[in-house]
């Protein structure tokens, strides 16, 4: 560990002084080496801090707390990165509270890669995972060194982790805890995968367990390593909308997946939505074509995802949704025309076009007319 990094670190376990505190102390002090060295006398005078303060600042190597820090780092080969390490991600420091110190145990050393994070419920529906896993290999076509990056919990955190490592992607995972922690166990195994494809990285103490006061914490870092965010699924109390609120003040695109109005799972990311602090996407290119207006480097993008016919047996489709796609193979069509060839409701019409527009297999066009996606086709004798 270098002596800038153990600096920092032994700055970083001194309760109670905050990111706001050491700034003011680095104003008084030309670096963390002589403020670390300052005594409590000259602490106390030249920064007004407390004689409390001042005493653990000026004794913050000699404490236990501080060695078996270091033991523990060593012991689980993690690597610090402090905000004054050439290596510390560009974008996390645009936050206004970025981490002072960061731990990281992984492949992945530079965070210079485009990322998005992927957030939602822990509680997520069939619906989320099928979506989650479909727009991150649509995403990998379009941007190979893309990095997806989530919070590890249950849910949709993980499956966006799980589809990133199939689809070949690295990932980063940010902890809500220790990284001597993983939490939720059963995670354990999906956190060595990531390590060899990405990074697990927090800001928290090696032993810290993941407090519940923490994962809102950890939230502002989900949002501060990324170009955008993308809610999947987001309940009303959802964190996954404090990542979003994270976004919003960050200067990141926010993005939502629509959900069913009845589904619980979506009522928060739904309103992102309704309220326009988050854009609507149903395809990855949705989301690519805006962070290439932010991103000169994802400007010449191209989208291989496109450019395939797909062919679509109608055996594995419901009868009016078959229905549906057989008459739209023909051409664009309006909600009538469809109602009157079609024999269901129409408000189970207008909903099973819904559903096949956020599954991809049709666009929606003005005045109520609906098109086949032209990635794909109808299988001859289907």
């Known amino acids: 560990m270098d002596t800038l990094e153990s600096n920092w670190l032994a700055l970083n376990l001194i309760p109670n002084l905050g990111v706001k505190t050491l700034r003011e102390l680095l104003t008084h002090f030309e670096s963390v080496e002589k403020l670390l060295h300052a005594s409590s006398a000259e602490l106390v005078k030249k920064s007004g801090v407390s004689l409390k303060l001042a005493n653990r600042i000026s004794g913050a190597k000699e404490v236990s707390s501080y060695q078996i820090e ?5 012991e689980y080969g993690v690597e610090l990165t402090c905000l004054e390490s050439p290596t510390y991600p560009k974008v996390l420091k645009e936050i206004s509270s970025p981490p002072p110190l960061f731990y990281r145990q992984g492949s992945l050393c530079s965070f210079e890669f485009p990322c998005i994070s992927i957030v939602g419920s822990r509680s997520c529906t069939s619906y989320g995972k099928k979506h989650t896993r479909r727009l991150i290999f649509e995403l990998a076509e379009a941007i190979p060194d893309l990095v997806i990056v989530s919070g590890l919990a249950r849910g949709i955190d993980t499956v966006a982790h799980q589809a990133a490592l199939e689809a070949g992607l690295s990932t980063i995972a940010v902890l809500a805890g220790g990284l001597k922690s993983i939490y939720p166990p059963e995670n354990q195994p999906l956190s060595e995968t990531i390590k060899n494809q990405g990074a697990l990285i927090t800001e928290f103490p090696m032993g810290l367990k993941p407090l519940a006061k923490n994962f809102p914490i950890r939230n502002r870092i989900i949002s501060g390593l990324s170009q955008g965010i993308l809610v999947i699924e987001a309940g009303q109390k959802s ?39 988050a854009k609507l996407i149903v395809h990855a290119r949705d989301i690519v074509e805006e962070l290439c207006l932010i991103n000169p480097k994802l400007q010449q993008i191209e989208f291989p995802f496109d450019n395939q016919q797909h062919a679509l047996k109608l055996s594995e489709f419901s009868q009016p949704k078959a229905a549906i796609l ?29 559903e096949l527009e956020l599954e991809g297999y049709l666009h929606s066009l003005e005045g109520q007319r609906y098109q086949l996606n032209e990635k794909f086709k109808i299988e001859e004798g289907s």
């Open 326 to 354: 057989t008459k739209l193979a023909s051409g664009p069509q309006d909600v009538d025309s469809l109602y009157l060839e079609i024999n269901i409701e129409i408000n189970k019409l207008l909903g099973i076009l819904v």
């Open 239 to 277: 964190g996954a909308l404090i990542t979003a609120a994270f976004g919003l003040q960050h200067n990141r695109e926010v993005f939502a997946l629509p959900g069913n109005v009845d589904s619980p799972a979506s009522r928060g990311s739904n309103k992102l939505i309704s309220r326009h602090h």
């Open 70 to 74: 270091k033991r523990l780092i060593k």
